[in-house]
């Protein structure tokens, strides 16, 4: 059986969102139940400026609507969680169209191969049809893995051979994807330290392939950020986002991790949408975002 998200929030609720919901479970507010509160949101990564937004914003409705026992704010806690996650705009990968291309973008040890895979699967499973390109082509083995995970999805992959032109790559991904009536081209992209200036020429010129051999490609670029890295991981989306216009996020390891109120800061701090969540190691565990599923899980089993 597949996780699910709440699944895979075990750990960030059983934590940190528990401690929260204890915190709030008794008593009348205090200060200290501010200052509770505070430090609890700030270690689930909800993030500096997102927590002191959420504190505000309760203080100000505990005045408003006469809140004073420290129950009550559970429910308003919840409510503006939820506010923070606007809705997603629309899905790119989801309008009908002869191909779309998504670029793969995010730093090696993200599990951003993996994620690919895991990708392929679940639009495989929706009847799409998918290639892959194996665009990170300095690393060899991030070549092998790719083709480890088409092999597991079944779908085929367009790769080229270690130290060559990533851009190349993606090029011959797309003609085959074309001659071969594909509608769903996913490309790895090198994921180097994100402050590293070759790479990001890389992905400039591998956005720039797309954009000239089709239509408003590519028509996503989601970033696979590593849970667990916590706030690291928002300063690479930063990165990466100046350079290649990241489109949407896809969040990994966050069964293995009480960060999960990142989630919150990716939101109001980096105006992305996620996309999906990782929510296991098995290639069905990866979970389209679901919002309400999503702050319901923070707070229950």
């Known amino acids: 059986m597949f996780k699910s998200i709440r699944d895979s929030l075990a750990r960030t609720r059983n ?17 200290e139940t501010w200052e509770d509160l505070e430090d609890l949101l700030v270690q689930a990564d909800v993030g500096v400026p997102t927590t002191m937004l959420l504190v505000d914003t309760l203080r100000e409705r505990t005045t408003k609507e006469g809140f004073y026992r420290a129950d009550q704010l559970t429910e308003a806690l919840k409510e503006e969680l939820r ?11 989801n309008k009908k169209r002869l191909l779309t291309i998504v670029l793969v973008v995010g730093v090696n040890g993200s599990g951003k191969t993996t994620t690919i895979g895991k990708l392929a699967h679940h639009y495989k499973n929706e009847g799409r049809s998918v290639l892959l ?12 893995q790719l083709k ?9 992959i367009i790769s080229g051979q270690p130290g060559g032109d990533p851009a190349a ?17 996913f490309v790895d992209t090198a994921g180097r330290l994100h402050n590293k200036f070759n790479l990001m020429r890389e992905l400039e010129k591998i956005r720039s392939t797309c954009a000239k051999s089709v239509h408003e490609a590519p028509h996503e670029v989601l970033i696979v950020l590593d849970a667990p890295t916590g706030q690291n991981a928002l300063i690479q989306a930063k990165k990466f986002k100046e350079v290649v216009d990241v489109t949407g996020v896809i969040l990994t390891k966050l069964d293995g991790t009480a960060k999960g109120g990142m989630v919150f800061a990716i939101y109001r701090e980096l105006g992305l949408p996620v996309r999906f969540i990782g929510t296991g190691e098995k290639i069905e565990d990866l979970a389209p975002f679901d919002a309400d599923q999503f702050v319901d899980g923070l707070f229950e089993a």
Not at 15 to 31: K, N, P, R, S, W
Not at 148 to 156: G, K, L, Q, S
Request: proline letters at 5%.
């Open 133 to 144: 390109a194996a665009g990170d082509t300095f690393r060899a083995a991030a070549i092998d």
């Open 148 to 156: 480890v995970w088409a092999d597991r999805a079944d779908v085929p």
């Open 15 to 31: 934590t940190v969102f528990g401690q929260i919901a204890h915190a709030l479970g008794t008593g009348d507010i205090t200060e």
């Open 169 to 185: 790559t993606t090029y011959d991904g797309i003609r085959a994807a074309r001659g071969r009536g594909f509608d769903l081209l």
């Open 83 to 93: 506010n923070l996650l606007a809705e997603n705009p629309p899905f790119a990968i």
